[in-house]
């Protein structure tokens, strides 16, 4: 069965940082792409960033760049978001979701979410 638990989210600052991990099991992680999608309250799903199966391709949202790095971690079947200089429109759910291949971006799971607060 595939399982992703997100862990790493609260409330900061705007300004602030925070790192978010994905916990990944009942699948070859290193097999898959990755990505992280997000949900603003009383909006829809926003695709945030994605990693190839070696973390050897990146891709972001235009407003995510420069600010947020995603990376993965394969011995751990971990997935991370870094997210600096937060602010308080990236106040939402975020979620870690599984592609459909080593660069396919298409996504097949998600797990629950983590949410994060930006707020002074």
């Known amino acids: 069965e595939v399982q992703l638990v997100e862990s790493g989210g609260g409330l900061v600052q705007p300004g602030g940082s925070l790192r978010l991990s994905c916990a990944a099991s009942g699948f070859t992680f290193d097999d898959y792409a990755m990505s992280w999608v997000r949900q603003a309250p009383g909006k829809g799903l926003e695709w945030v960033s994605a990693?190839?199966?070696?973390?050897?391709?990146?891709y972001y949202a235009e407003s995510m760049k420069g600010r947020f790095t995603i990376s993965r971690d394969n011995a751990k079947n971990t997935l991370y978001l870094q997210m600096n200089s937060l602010k308080s429109e990236d106040t939402a759910v975020y979620y870690c979701?599984?592609?459909?291949?080593?660069?396919?971006?298409?996504?097949?799971?998600w797990g629950k979410g983590t949410l994060v607060t930006v707020s002074s």
């Open positions: 979701a599984k592609g459909l291949g080593p660069h396919g971006y298409g996504m097949d799971y």
């Open positions: 990693i190839s199966w070696n973390g050897g391709s990146t």
